[in-house]
């Protein structure tokens, strides 16, 4: 007979939205607000900003675990690609989860980040329901989800 596994309490994951723009970055914040889960936002506004927030480098404390990388592939200094593969370089941080949240609907992008292992790819444009639905399916993913 198997075992059942007990529920496990979770936190809630961090997410960490790595995005240049201030419009997107305002409606994530409010929609998470909103959602009472405001205090796990943190925000960077390049790829290399993300992995020193990541790291605990440059004055940045280490973001807790269990987090969720929402990323932006269009982005001054380095770009979400450039990001996604030291990420996966990086052995400390290869399994972090990331959802690449874009304006690119190209479909080179798109194979190059699931390449890199992106858990989805999302459309900013093409999300019916737009930030609420996001924020609603990363809440069901974490709640699902046994992270590592």
Do not use: W
């Not at 605990?56 to 690609?81: E, K, T, Y």
């Not at 019916?128 to 399916?137: D, R, T, V």
Request: aromatic share 6%.
């Amino acid at each position: 007979m198997e075992e059942l596994l007990e529920p496990m309490a979770r936190p809630d994951p961090y997410i960490l939205l790595v995005d240049d723009d201030q419009v997107d970055v305002m409606i994530a914040r409010r929609t998470l607000a909103r959602r009472g889960k405001g205090d796990c936002l943190v925000v960077a506004r390049d790829g290399i900003e993300a992995l020193e927030i990541l790291r605990g480098q440059n004055g940045h404390a280490p973001l807790p675990r269990p987090c969720i990388v929402l990323l932006d592939l269009n982005m001054p200094r380095m770009d979400g690609l450039e990001f996604l593969r030291e990420l996966r370089a990086d052995p400390e941080l290869s399994s972090v989860v990331v959802f690449a949240l874009t304006t690119s609907t190209a479909s080179r992008d798109r194979a190059e980040a699931y390449r890199h292992q992106v858990a989805g790819y999302i459309a900013k444009t093409g999300a019916p329901g737009g930030f609420e639905k996001i924020a609603h399916m990363i809440e069901q993913y974490a709640e699902l989800n046994v992270f590592p």
